[in-house]
């Protein structure tokens, strides 16, 4: 029988590289187990999607229930799991509406249509992303990204659209006026490479959007629903948006995404003018309701403790490899480490330790685990981290 490698080869397009460990037959908690017999520590968490491990027996009992009942209705019906979770929503972090997607970048799309119909009867149009960022791959979200590397060849893109060079306060004050909609940010960049948002362009943007009147997303579909130890990461920066979206963790594992803001701005998107087929699914949603429960009562404490012990562990590596480690960065259980080169290799050997971690912006290696990571996995992490980093030194 042909390698299941070589049948994906000949069956699906060639856009994923796949990690070298096999072809997965199990993930249970913080492990993933594949074909070739071998256990792997998850310290990437289905890039941020798994934030209470694999197979967590509190999401598959809420699917379970929920599929008893129905499966997808449509948004012509009235679905209690929708409501709920968009309660809950409300409870854990004060806004006040929900709009509900499949994914990131559909609510990235959502969130640039809400903000030009939230002004549509001033003319403002403009869209405005932050460099260095990253907010999908469909066409709105590549219109206010700026790397190459999900661009080239595929524009045009969407018009009066663009992107903010750098953070420096007096470039953001060059790139916005009283034309600009909405700057689009996220607290801490994750494919960018675990970059948090400066504090002087938190203060820049806050007094700009007074002068000019436009609105602040914050894109928190990696960073948000507990993973960087607040149910939203802009909490730590003082960042005080007036959108936001995610997505990822809060599915459960399941696709679903959401744009949430005030009743005021929710209001610019009056019936029928913005829609989804799938979006806020039963199955999802309910799946969504046990993440956020677990992560309000639990998860999220544990993600600001392990995340200080990670954190602090990886610095005193830092001062002690100075030539191999540039910098530590990222709040929580979302870390980044820059390597001054090599970072592949480190990846390479924690596999070889049974650890999955990935890389992403160059040199830098990214963490997202589980939040239900316990100490006797950090170490494990850390142990990796250390022996990689001793025999490149
Ligand atoms: C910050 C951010 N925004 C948007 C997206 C796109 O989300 P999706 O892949 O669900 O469309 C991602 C995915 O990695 C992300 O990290």
Known sequence: MTKLVEREKSALFPTYDRLPIGAVTKAEGVYITTDTGKSYLDAIAGLGVNALGHSHPAIIEAIREQASKYLHLSNLYLQEPQVVLAEKLERVSGWERTFFTNSGTEANEGAIKLVRKFFSSESKTEVLGIANGFHGRTY?????????????????????????????????????????????????????????????????????????????????????????????????????????????????????????????????????????????????????????????????????????????????????????????RGKGLMAGVEFTANARQVQQRLFERNIITNVTAGEVLRMLPPLIFERKHTDDLLDGIREAVETMD
Do not use: W
């Open 140 to 328: 709105g979200a590549l219109s206010i990204m700026d790397k190459p590397k999900y661009r080239e060849h595929f524009g045009p893109f969407v018009s009066d659209a663009g992107v903010i060079a750098s953070y420096d306060p007096n470039v953001v004050a060059e790139a916005v006026s009283s034309r600009t909609a909405a700057v689009f940010v996220e607290p801490i960049q994750g494919e960018g490479g675990i970059i948090e948002i400066p504090e002087d362009f938190v203060d820049a943007l806050h007094e700009l959007r007074e002068r000019h009147n436009f609105l602040i997303v914050a894109d928190e579909i990696q960073s948000g629903i507990g993973r960087t130890g607040r149910f939203f990461a802009y909490e730590h920066y003082g960042l005080k948006p007036d959108v936001v979206v995610c997505a990822k963790a809060i599915g459960g594992g399941l696709p679903l995404g959401a744009i949430l803001t005030k009743k005021e701005t929710a209001d610019a998107l009056k019936s029928g003018v913005h829609g989804t087929t799938f979006g806020g699914n039963a199955l999802a949603c309910a799946a969504g309701s046990v993440v956020i429960d677990l992560i309000e009562k639990t998860y999220m404490d544990n993600a600001a403790h392990q995340g200080e012990y990670l954190m602090k562990s990886l610095e005193a590596l830092r001062e002690k490899h100075p030539n191999s480690i540039r910098d530590v």
